[in-house]
């Protein structure tokens, strides 16, 4: 009879049996939770930041300045219109609402034919007008700007009545000092706009166009580019937040050299 000696282990053993697993449910509810989210980012689009910032003009001087300079000249009505052009010179233009047409009464009073009156500013991303779009608008009350002396009566004092030139800045006169703009350039990515200019008279209740040039210092004085003499360039920094003017020529404006403006006459 054989005899047999078996040694037990003092551990454990273990028997890998090879199973295949697969594992078709894993991850489904994160697959379903990404579809869901497409489909609604498809339907109501995905979330954009539209936030604006405050952009301020750029300091000048050796940043003593920061102060925004314009100055809006009408062409004096006394003078009439359209044929009256071909013979004006460039003082025929002043800033002064008197040569608009209003009264020394009503600027002083602050009656509604002037108080209701304004400056309109649009900003295009384009100087060309058979493409540009209008992207905003800056609007400056004729309520604020400089003075000039007047008199209303021979038996009173000569009063100080408003003029269309404007010292803008931090403080004091501040409308029309600003451009809100979107914060963010991933949706819209503009920093330079082409500004145009006209005023409401609300004497007559119509828009008066502006150009960047009196029309008598033109060769031809109905008949010129207007992608040139109808708009400044305005260039925002987005680093420090600042935006500064340009003129026709690509020297900077609004600084101690005003932005000029002046009144454009239809051809009769």
């Given at each position: 009879?054989?005899?047999?000696?078996?040694?037990?282990?003092?551990?454990?053993?273990?028997?890998?049996?090879?199973?295949?697993?697969?594992?078709?449910?894993?991850?489904?509810?994160?697959?379903?939770?990404?579809?869901?989210?497409?489909?609604?980012?498809?339907?109501?689009?995905?979330?954009?930041?539209?936030?604006?910032?405050?952009?301020?003009?750029?300091?000048?001087?050796?940043?003593?300045?920061?102060?925004?300079?314009?100055?809006?000249?009408?062409?004096?009505?006394?003078?009439?219109?359209?044929?009256?052009?071909?013979?004006?010179?460039?003082?025929?233009?002043?800033?002064?609402?008197?040569?608009?047409?209003?009264?020394?009464?009503?600027?002083?009073?602050?009656?509604?034919?002037?108080?209701?009156?304004?400056?309109?500013?649009?900003?295009?991303?384009?100087?060309?007008?058979?493409?540009?779009?209008?992207?905003?608008t800056i609007i400056i009350p004729v309520q604020q700007g400089g003075t000039e002396t007047a008199s209303i009566s021979p038996i009173i004092p000569d009063v100080d009545i408003r003029t269309p030139i404007f010292k803008l800045d931090f403080v004091g006169d501040k409308e029309g000092f600003y451009i809100y703009w979107l914060r963010d350039r991933t949706n819209i990515n503009i920093s330079t706009f082409y500004m145009s200019a006209k005023f409401f008279n609300g004497r007559i209740g119509g828009f008066m166009r502006m150009m960047t040039d009196p029309q008598s210092t033109l060769p031809n004085k109905f008949l010129f580019d207007t992608n040139k003499y109808f708009y400044y360039k305005v260039v925002l920094d987005y680093d420090k937040y600042t935006y500064s003017v340009f003129n026709n020529s690509g020297g900077r404006v609004g600084t101690d050299t005003p932005i000029k403006w002046y009144e454009y006459v239809n051809q009769p």
């Open positions: 009879m054989n005899k047999y000696r078996f040694t037990l282990p003092e551990t454990d053993g273990y028997i890998n049996i090879p199973l295949e697993i697969k594992w078709d449910y894993y991850g489904r509810d994160t697959s379903i939770e990404k579809y869901e989210k497409s489909v609604l980012e498809e339907i109501i689009g995905s979330p954009k930041d539209f936030e604006i910032t405050r952009f301020s003009h750029e300091s000048y001087l050796n940043n003593t300045r920061t102060d925004l300079n314009y100055e809006f000249n009408f062409f004096d009505n006394t003078q009439g219109t359209g044929q009256d052009i071909l013979v004006a010179t460039t003082s025929n233009w002043a800033p002064t609402y008197l040569n608009e047409g209003f009264s020394i009464d009503q600027i002083y009073y602050y009656e509604n034919p002037f108080t209701k009156s304004f400056f309109k500013l649009d900003f295009y991303d384009t100087n060309d007008t058979a493409n540009q779009i209008l992207y905003f």
